[in-house]
């Protein structure tokens, strides 16, 4: 059973930066991609990020390319977010998620079997 648990959300000042973690267990994470996916008040979970399996691609939607950077550590089975320059309309619960297929990589929610409990991200202006 696959088990993730997301971190380092909080309120945080137009322009600042946050880090967020999400540690997997439960399966061999190396074979799978991940991806991070967000949903404000009133709104679809949307995609944010995806990485490989590897690391080697990563994927950004529109809204966040040039300021997020998604990357993961295969031997410590974390992926993590940073987020630098956020707005306010970043604001947000943040969900991390593990593909369901081995060796896929997908921006689809419906591609991605498990999911996170969510940290809640602020941004004020």
């Known amino acids: 059973q696959v088990q993730l648990v997301e971190s380092g959300g909080g309120l945080v000042q137009a322009g600042g930066s946050l880090r967020l973690s999400c540690a997997a267990s439960?399966?061999?994470?190396?074979?799978?991609?991940m991806g991070w996916f967000r949903q404000a008040p009133g709104k679809e979970r949307e995609f944010v990020t995806v990485i490989s399996w590897t690391g080697g691609n990563t994927y950004y939607a529109d809204s966040v390319k040039g300021r997020f950077t998604i990357s993961r550590d295969n031997a410590k089975n974390t992926v993590y977010l940073q987020m630098n320059s956020l707005k306010p309309e970043d604001t947000a619960v943040y969900y991390c998620?593990?593909?369901?297929?081995?060796?896929?990589?997908?921006?689809?929610?419906?591609?991605?079997?498990?999911w996170g409990q969510g940290t809640q991200v602020t941004v004020s202006s």
């Open positions: 439960g399966r061999t994470f190396s074979n799978y991609a």
């Open positions: 998620a593990m593909g369901s297929r081995r060796y896929q990589s997908s921006t689809a929610k419906a591609d991605f079997g498990s």
